[in-house]
């Protein structure tokens, strides 16, 4: 089965600053690259996607950006606002029909 | 509203007391999934389901059931509850099985005594 990672595990940042999270993945076969954004006590929602013919998309503040060669793609915020704290997951879609997501990345934004 | 709803939100029970966590969607989804949350373990998948009567293990499928009579319902069960399942559970609908966003519900955090 696919195996996810993701770096780093936490992360604090100075509100105005930008943050990148990686997330690495087995599954050569996989083609579809959603990041989801958890707030403390909410559900986990999607914020970007990508997929396996664009190598990078953009969304306001945030961004996508693919490395299918090296199986990873990173998640970046820019201009970080204290709204951004969260936790966020990468959940690339592999090869079967079961999902797989990151264990998670917590973002503070220090005023 | 487009939603996918869960109950109960809150549960405290005894081991060995079944009890069965709903879910239901109202966006016409074939893909439904259950999940448990744990600190430092993300999001780990239980059961899913591609279509009605289409049921199929995830990650950590011991101790759960589930079962998909109609489209919109996807009921979680645990026949006898253990101290280890205590955790937050999402239920989770998607489109299809592949390439689509998934819609979380609101969450069940689960207490076994």
């Known amino acids: 089965g696919e195996n996810v990672e993701q770096h780093p595990s936490t992360l604090s940042v100075q509100e105005g600053d930008s943050a990148v999270i990686k997330c690495t993945y087995s599954?050569?076969?996989?083609?579809?690259f959603p990041w989801y954004k958890q707030e403390l006590g909410k559900r986990p929602q999607l914020i970007i996607d990508?997929?396996?013919?664009?190598g990078e998309k953009k969304d306001q503040r945030i961004a996508v950006t693919l490395n299918k060669t090296a199986k990873h793609f990173s998640l970046h915020i820019t201009e970080t606002q204290p709204e951004d704290s969260a936790v966020y997951f990468c959940?690339?879609?592999?090869?079967?029909?079961?999902?797989?997501f990151g264990p998670g990345t917590r973002l503070s934004v220090l005023p | 509203e487009a939603q996918v709803t869960q109950n109960p939100r809150y549960l405290i029970t005894v081991t060995g007391k079944k009890l069965t966590v709903t879910c239901s969607q109202n966006?016409?989804?074939?893909?439904m999934s259950w999940y448990r949350q744990d600190p430092g373990l993300g999001l780990r998948q239980i059961y899913y389901?591609?279509?009605?009567?289409?049921?199929d293990k995830g990650d950590v499928p011991e101790g759960y059931k589930v079962s998909r009579k109609e489209k919109r319902n996807f009921p979680l069960i645990l026949e006898s509850p253990s101290p280890n399942q205590t955790s937050l559970y999402f239920c989770?609908?998607?489109?299809?099985?592949?390439?689509?966003?998934?819609?979380f519900g609101p969450g069940t955090r689960l207490l076994v005594l």
């Open positions: 990508i997929r396996s013919n664009v």
């Open positions: 966006m016409n989804h074939e893909y």
């Open positions: 389901s591609m279509n009605v009567e289409v049921t």
């Open positions: 599954d050569s076969a996989s083609n579809y």
């Open positions: 989770a609908s998607m489109r299809s099985q592949r390439g689509e966003t998934q819609y």
């Open positions: 959940a690339p879609e592999g090869y079967g029909q079961n999902f797989v």
